[in-house]
């Protein structure tokens, strides 16, 4: 008996044709009316974000506690009101975030205040290099922004030390010349484009813990070859990276940094 079997045509292939441009279709319908919805909540986040600047735009220059609340707030929606700049640093780059698309949409409430403190970080760091050699405490940094320049009064800046971390954060794209970096537990800003070397950053991390080094110490302590020791040690005195104190039994150096946050 014969078997009635339908083979497959051009009509099936027809037909599947048909169902994927239907549902490549429904896709596209899909995502855009996605893009639209979260392009329109954007849009009135935006608007918020921008009204709760401007009406707490006092609150946040002139208190620290809610002034970092904000920056927390903005930090946890993925908005960084410091991004992007038309401010130019050597070599071209962009710093502070003057121009960027979140701080026009803030207004000048916070972008203003981390500028200007950015401004401050630049004068006090370059006013004491000659004193640390480049490496200021950031507490040290700190109180010196808050009491203001020598001779002017009110001329401080209520600052804590997450608006100064904040500010020297905003200073990187400056061709590396200002940088967090730890020693000893404690952060310190530096304002010279000298990196140090894995010996140089342990010597100052032991002058923290112990106040100061001598050559005797660095080879008990750290099994270094004496000529090692008086390396480094050279290297550091050379950027004033450490002060020499000859009147000890044994010459004894000292970093500045730690006698500025020790005070």
């Known amino acids: 008996m014969a078997t009635n ?38 849009s009135v986040f ?23 609340e904000f920056a927390r707030m903005c930090n946890a929606i993925g908005v960084d009101p410091l991004a992007g700049s038309n401010v130019k640093g050597a070599g071209g780059s962009a710093v502070g975030g003057k121009g960027s698309v ?21 004068e ?3 006013e004491t290099r000659g004193e640390n050699g480049g490496m200021l405490a950031v507490a040290e940094l700190q109180k010196r922004i808050t009491k203001g320049r020598a001779g002017l009064v009110g001329g401080g800046m209520e600052v804590t030390d997450d608006d100064v971390l ?22 310190f800003v530096r304002s010279v484009p000298k990196e140090l070397n894995k010996d140089q950053a342990t010597v100052l991390e032991v002058i923290q813990v112990l106040s ?19 390396a480094v040690i050279d290297d550091l005195v050379a950027d004033s990276l450490v002060w020499v104190d000859s009147q000890a039994e044994e010459t004894e150096f000292w970093s500045p940094a730690s006698l500025h946050e020790g005070g």
């Open 5 to 42: 079997r339908r083979g497959v045509g051009l009509s099936a292939f027809t037909n599947a044709a048909i169902a994927s441009d239907q549902y490549a279709r429904h896709g596209q319908a899909l995502r855009t009316s996605h893009a639209e919805a979260l392009a329109n909540q954007l």
């Open 46 to 68: 935006q608007a918020a974000l921008h009204n709760f600047s401007l009406t707490h735009a006092k609150d946040i220059r002139s208190n620290p506690t809610f002034r970092a």
């Open 124 to 126: 006090v760091c370059r």
């Open 102 to 122: 979140w701080a026009k949409m803030l207004g000048s409430s916070v972008n203003d205040f981390y500028f200007e403190l950015g401004v401050r970080v630049v």
């Open 166 to 187: 904040r500010a020297i954060e905003s200073l990187e794209p400056l061709d590396g010349m200002f940088k967090l970096q730890t020693l000893g537990g404690s952060k």
């Open 212 to 230: 100061y080094v001598t050559i005797s110490m660095l080879q008990a302590n750290l099994d270094w070859e004496r000529a090692r020791a008086i």
